[in-house]
């Protein structure tokens, strides 16, 4: 799932591009002209994307592991409840969204900026407010402490995806067959077991490494292109298989055990979390007046993929469900064949998500050292950085625990918690209905329930998890 780039520079390579590519509809516009003055000559003197560019650009930034974690999800929550929740939450996922470009343009105009991060703008909500207006930089420093747990959270779960697809991949190999009909299962048969995931998670290690060196995203523009589009080829081949393998009657609990709805919340709004990429596709456009109808026809979509596969997934595969349905796939090269490209696609897009928390810490801390230590240390914090998110990886391998942990502990904040609370702020000194203060209210508070219930269910499963296969690795010797 791809998020945004709150990012407060306007220079950089990116700018420089000649033809626009993914990233550049995620960067947000230089301070410029009024909102008024905004059909100007963007990117190396490209004018903005059109309705078109910026529909493709929000549909890539929701679509991504999340996606394929929602049959699980919805076994969390249940046959019906679990459907019924993705819309619920989809319709105020979209508001929220909404609720942001709402508050920007409103900011932006009053503040004669051309446009706003989501930083931004809750820095200048917070300094409509006289008590607040002097530790309005701080709203603007939380919101990119979120992007970044958010963005970094995400490289996390990629690290887990790959290793968790590719071993399976290796370890079915000698009993991987052309025929799809042969030895159907509702998941893959592991015949060769190999090494830990953990370990293929440092084998991986290098070479997301050398792909963060990237000196411009511009020279993956190609391989971003072909990633995308074996990503929908891959998502083709699932719904067809999960559609053709639904096993009648279906008898699955219509309503999930309450102790796993939070793990649901925190998988769907992982999901949905691609509040991030409002703003910036927003600012980018010919005609921002259009964006609108970009936002609910894009999110339309999205919410039909999410309830969609969450449902049929769950409905094919049953309490087998992995937390990827890609685990489920049979043994065939045709699906296997599908992880693999998939897996090629996420590997692509960890440059994306990456370049986002490097692009909010790495340049401050560049700019404290001489001309010609800058490369180095930028390289230096790039390995860092991906040192520590594999780090991450390997100390919680759990998929679908990481994708929860990741959805409730930061996205739930930037998609559910602040874009109401911000409305609010906005728009307080303006007779501001009661009844949108309290709905605002409501929302804000579920984001935060979520929030606690999810994080807490999320790291109270990986620890169970933990001590599970501690006991395992262990009960050998006690045998002896």
Known sequence: MMASS??????????????????????????????????????????????FQTLIHLLKGNIGTGLLGLPLAVKNAGLVLGPISLLVMGIIAVHCMRLLVQCSHHLSAKMSRQSLTYGEAVQYGME????????????????????????????????????????????????????????????????????????????FLPAFILLVFTPNLKFLAPLSLVANLMMTASLVLIYFYSLTNITYPINLPKVGRAKDYP????????????????????????????????????????????????????????DDIGGSITLNLPNCWTYQTVKLLYCFGIFITFALQFYVPAEILIPPAVARVPPRWETAVDLSLRTVLVIFTCALAILIPELDLVISLVGSVS?????????????????????????????????????????????????????????????????PFMVQ
Not at 29 to 38: E, L
Not at 162 to 183: G, M, P, R, W, Y
Not at 307 to 315: A, D, E, N, P, R
Not at 427 to 437: Q, W
């Open 128 to 203: 409509n407010v006289t008590w607040l207006r002097r530790h309005s930089q701080w709203g603007k420093r939380t919101v990119n402490l979120f992007l970044i747990i958010t963005q970094l959270g995400f490289c996390c779960v990629y690290f887990v995806f790959l290793s968790d697809n590719i071993k399976q991949v290796v370890e079915a190999a000698n009993a991987t067959t052309f025929n799809c009909h042969i030895n159907y299962t509702n998941q893959t048969q592991v015949l060769v077991p190999s090494f830990d995931s953990r370990l293929y998670m440092l084998c």
């Open 411 to 475: 996205s739930s904040f930037l998609a559910l918690i602040f874009p109401p609370l911000l409305q609010i702020l906005t728009f307080h000194t303006e007779d501001l209905s009661p009844l949108v203060t309290v709905k605002n209210a409501v929302i804000s508070v579920v984001g935060l329930v979520g929030f606690l219930a999810g994080t807490y269910i999320a790291i109270e499963q990986i620890i169970a998890r933990n001590a599970l296969k501690h006991e395992e690795t262990l009960s």
């Open 6 to 51: 709150d990012v407060d520079r306007g220079e950089g390579p990116l700018l420089s591009d000649q033809n626009p590519s993914e990233m550049d509809a995620l960067c947000p516009s230089p301070p410029g002209p009024s909102r008024p003055q905004r059909n100007y000559e963007r990117i190396g003197g490209q004018t903005g994307t059109s309705f």
């Open 263 to 318: 793990l649901f919340f925190g998988t769907a709004i992982f999901a949905f979390e691609g509040i991030g990429v409002v703003l910036p596709l927003e600012n980018k456009m010919q005609r921002p007046h259009t964006f609108t109808l970009v936002l609910y026809l894009g999110m339309g979509i999205v919410t039909f993929l999410y309830i969609s596969l969450g449902t049929i997934g769950y409905m094919c595969f049953g």
